[in-house]
């Protein structure tokens, strides 16, 4: 967890991750960051650049989101050390340390399918919509320039 959340300028969004940082201290930084974006990573960067975390503090409660959901999913498979095996390699490698918000997504959503393997819907659902809030599929951006 300390080496996914603490790394330093790895993966191929670093650089894209500042900018939201830079916008949260903005006057209208909460507004922008949350509806701009994805609502639960924009408050989270907003908190962190006002207290003064920076990509770090964020990074470090993403990456805690990201294995707390890991492990959940893996001591819930028949054999959690080939689940983690397997894990390390992409998952944590390349994903979570290359894509926060991914990254934190995926944690949420491993933690509601183990709800729904557990046959719980409501929880699966709420972990489903509480990962969406981090990470949404397409940004209006991208839709319209599908779109032209």
Partial sequence: MLIVGF??????????????????????????????????????????????GGVYLVNLVCAMAFVAGLLEFARNSPQPWLTMSIAVPYLVIVVAMGYTRQGVAIGLAMVGLVALQKELLYRFAVWIVLAAL??????EEHTSELQS
Avoid: C
Wanted: aromatic share 12%; no cysteine; glycine share 12%.
């Fill in 134 to 139: 981090f990470h949404k599929s397409r940004s």
């Fill in 7 to 52: 790394r330093h300028e790895v993966g191929g969004d670093w650089f894209h991750y500042i900018e939201p940082l830079e916008s949260a201290l903005q006057p209208n930084g909460l507004e922008s960051t949350m509806i701009r974006g994805d609502p639960a990573y924009g408050l989270l960067n907003w908190v962190s650049a006002h207290i003064g």
